[in-house]
């Protein structure tokens, strides 16, 4: 619990100096603040960008075999052209659909800013205004 020195006896000089000193631990306690927001905000974002990778890889090999399944099958009773022409067809929708969940993934990371750490330091300036406001008075 830290003690809160008393004012009454200081001269301006020593509360300038504790001013001083509190408002640079405060900015470093508010940097680590915003330091750690940032941090799980880019994991999430990595985790994101992983995905949608994954995602990709596994739709273009799982794709591949499919494909070739598929239009194979298809050209018993079409044409190969129009055969082929369905599954191509199918297959960017697919890859349409996992682009959707991937940005979903991405966009959860955003805003980049560290809007807790911000809204700390709001209200510490605010507690600050407002204090040097009742001692004038």
């Known amino acids: 619990m830290t003690r809160q020195p008393r004012t009454d006896d200081a001269s301006t000089g020593e509360l300038i100096s504790r001013l001083s000193e ?11 603040l915003a330091q750690a927001e940032l941090s799980a905000k880019a994991k999430h974002a990595g ?9 990709g890889l596994l739709a273009f090999f799982g794709g591949a075999v499919l494909v070739a399944t598929a239009i194979l099958a298809l050209a018993l009773v079409l044409p190969a052209w129009a055969a082929a022409l369905i599954v191509g067809v199918v297959l960017l929708v697919a890859a349409a659909l996992v682009s959707v969940l991937g940005k979903k993934q991405v966009e959860q990371a955003t805003p980049l800013k560290p809007e807790r750490a911000m809204a700390s330091a709001q209200r510490d300036v605010t507690e600050v205004k407002e204090a040097s406001s009742r001692e004038h008075d």
């Open 22 to 32: 509190q408002t640079s631990t405060l900015i470093r306690d508010e940097m680590r």
């Open 47 to 55: 985790v994101g960008v992983g995905m949608f990778g994954a995602g």
